[in-house]
């Protein structure tokens, strides 16, 4: 972390005197030069019953600097720049995926150090161009998302452009050519295009159609209605239906020739309301599952994964079942600018198609019971800390029959 600190700060100095010498010759090549970061050190606690492996202990470390300045004295012009690392300070009771430690549970958050971003952006007007490595969230991060709760999040090798010059209409269409932190072990390359259309109707309608077509994974198109209302409470809900085809676009002369099949379907419902700092809410989510007529299990290859079907991870991405899933789930909690914020979620998983067990056939892929609580800490700045734990308790379908337990402790300073 020490070299990666020293390195940011090297590279803001040199940044700034190329700049300065840059104007003395008449061209200022950097200016408004911006520099922010994160220092995220967590401790993570993973135990699953019955189990053949130990329980795993995590202490990491992210941090995350990045500078941002305008180019060449350019209006609308600026270029990015960010790097990330993941330390372990030498601690290695878990598996991380890559330390060979595999006689412990998993916590994927290994030592890693990668560029986050290096892009340049030219907005003119109310339309945005983009080129180079960046975090791209869209939506709620289901099917397109960095991972950011993971230590080590995912960055984006991207071409976009971005236009909102219809008012309440925002456009994004988008070249995927790569990308690198979760889900590649070191870098990716794809050939996919992503397209997103959001159109705010008013406060009580925003209406959001997408097409993500992810190289010899699938495409995916989908709607999603969301919306606020104030009746007393105020109300947020969210009505979403999508579908996975085949593959149209392919990567590299090995895949090129895969017949990549997909078909599987997904649906989203939620409703939340915040009752003068008390918050609650219900959500019914489904992903598809197989079955011998040619359907295939929903797969949200590219989502931030963690913030769906309970925080054990129990059915990330690798381990969503054959027989796909619907989660229900009631939330409850309750958030002040001085309390900060609790929440509690207690989900009941299902298969969407039977799927094997030792008495037979069964949907039962049980239960999970999560909890987390953020806050400020009092007397620092820009620090928050944070508590949270997941249990999930063991249905009677094979390969979710053992309970699995998962506790964090973690302070978070941006600066």
């Known amino acids: 972390m020490k070299k990666i600190i020293m390195s940011a700060v090297a590279l803001t100095a040199i940044m700034g005197s190329v700049s300065t010498v840059s104007a003395a010759d008449g061209i200022n090549i950097l200016n408004d030069i ?46 990015t720049i960010g790097i990330q690392s993941v330390n372990n ?9 890559d330390n060979g430690q595999g006689q412990y549970e998993t916590i994927k958050d290994p030592n890693f150090a990668m560029l986050s971003e290096a892009s340049i952006d030219y907005k003119i007007g109310k339309t945005a161009l983009h080129a ?15 991972v950011g709760w993971r230590q080590v999040e995912r960055s984006y090798d991207t071409v976009y452009a971005a236009d909102n010059s219809i008012e309440n209409l925002n456009l994004l269409a988008a070249y995927v050519y790569g990308y690198q932190g979760v889900g590649a072990s070191d870098t990716a390359d794809t050939s996919s295009v992503l397209l997103n259309a959001k159109y705010k109707v008013m406060d009580e309608l925003t209406v959001t159609g997408y097409g993500y077509l992810l190289s010899s994974i699938s495409d995916t198109y989908g709607l999603a209605l969301t919306g606020k209302i104030d009746a007393g409470a105020k109300l947020t809900y969210r009505a979403e239906y999508a579908v996975q085809k085949d593959a149209t676009l392919t990567y590299g002369s090995a895949l090129a020739a895969q017949d990549v099949k997909a078909d599987a379907t997904y649906i ?11 918050l609650l809410g219900a959500n019914y989510e489904v992903l598809s599952g197989s079955d011998t007529g040619g359907k295939t299990a929903f797969n949200p290859a590219l989502g931030t994964n963690h913030k769906f079907n309970g925080w054990a991870d129990v059915f990330y991405v690798a381990s969503v079942p054959t027989g796909g899933l619907q989660d229900l789930n009631v939330r409850a909690g309750y958030k002040t600018k001085d309390f900060g914020k609790f929440l509690a979620v207690y989900h009941m998983f299902t298969a969407d198609t039977d799927m094997a067990s030792t008495a037979g056939l069964t949907n039962d892929l049980g239960s999970e019971f999560d909890a987390v609580y953020v806050n400020a800490i009092p007397g620092f700045t820009n620090l928050k800390g944070l508590l949270k734990a997941a249990y ?18 973690q302070l978070d300073y941006k600066f």
């Open 132 to 146: 180079g490595r960046s975090q791209v969230n869209l939506d709620n991060q289901r099917f397109i998302g960095t």
């Open 268 to 278: 989203n419902l939620d409703l939340g309301a915040n009752i003068s700092g008390i």
């Open 392 to 409: 999930y308790m063991g249905g009677e379908a094979t390969g979710y029959t053992n309970d699995k337990a998962v506790a964090w402790a």
């Open 34 to 79: 911006e520099f922010t970061g994160q220092i995220r050190p967590r401790y993570e606690h993973v135990e699953v019953k019955d189990s053949s492996k130990d329980a795993a202990n995590a202490f990491t470390a992210r941090t995350h600097l990045k500078l941002k300045a305008g180019l060449l004295g350019v209006d609308g012009l600026s270029t």
């Open 89 to 97: 300070f030498g601690s290695n009771g878990y598996n991380s995926t």
